[in-house]
């Protein structure tokens, strides 16, 4: 169980395009999401945290208008870069938190590699 | 400050040469500490939550333990496909579940 699931797996695209990922729970519900942002050789980097149905938490640092955040159900959660650009290139992660007795667990899918042209 | 380091940053070993990597955190109010598995080009694979002190626990070759200060992940006869990062994290006490993550050991096992 607690599988989730990222599309597309690779995208490449030219600067000043829009590209969305998706995010899906596909075995369970998450009311909430989280979207991270790893550079070669180094650990995650949190953007945001989705709630379903309500707004999403940016970290500091990260441009809302930038990297729009749709967690519009239970089982889906989009990311869209807007206005790519070359240093948007990077590999993009989401995860789905499954509620616990004593804490959460974060299952993560497995990943988006954005490049940027 | 919440933080979490984790030593060393890479570890070779030959197949079958069992050891452990560290993983040491200062939090306040440990709600529970995590530990990954990520391969290159994959998102990070669930292994194991410990919740307090004293508390273990394994699957196949991996044993997990904590203290109140640190967590350490035991590899026992390590295979070639034991090699990855592991990543360790942890989540404070009054969070938005939100993790807090170590920069990862990336483990080598040499046939």
């Known amino acids: 169980g607690a599988v989730v699931s990222q599309h597309p797996s690779r995208v490449i695209c030219k600067s000043g395009t829009s590209v969305k990922i998706e995010c899906r729970s596909l075995?369970?519900?998450?009311?909430?999401m989280f979207w991270y942002r790893q550079f070669p050789k180094q650990s995650l980097m949190l953007m945001a945290t989705s709630n379903e149905g309500s707004k999403a938490t940016y970290e500091q640092g990260v441009e809302k208008d930038k990297f729009l955040i749709n967690h519009a159900s239970l089982t889906l959660s989009t990311l869209t870069v807007t206005s790519a650009h070359p240093e948007d290139s990077s590999f993009y992660i989401c995860?789905?938190?499954?509620?616990?007795?004593?804490?959460?667990?974060?299952?993560f899918g497995p990943g988006t590699r954005l490049t940027v042209l | 400050e919440d933080q979490v380091t984790q030593s060393p940053e890479a570890l070779r070993l030959q197949e079958g040469e069992s050891s452990s990597l560290n993983c040491s955190y200062t939090?306040?109010?440990?709600?529970?500490l995590f530990w990954y598995r990520q391969d290159p080009g994959k998102g990070p694979e669930f292994l194991f939550t410990l919740y307090s002190a004293g508390e273990e626990k394994e699957k196949e070759r991996l044993k997990a333990t904590l203290t109140k200060k640190e967590s350490f992940l035991h590899i026992t006869a390590p295979k070639p496909e034991d090699s990855a990062t592991y990543l360790c994290?942890?989540?404070?006490?009054?969070?938005?579940?939100?993790?807090?993550w170590g920069a990862g050991t990336k483990l080598i096992i040499k046939p």
């Open positions: 994290a942890v989540q404070a006490g009054g969070s938005n579940y939100q993790l807090i």
């Open positions: 939090v306040s109010g440990l709600r529970g």
């Open positions: 995860s789905a938190r499954v509620r616990g007795h004593s804490t959460d667990t974060q299952y």
């Open positions: 075995d369970f519900q998450a009311t909430t």
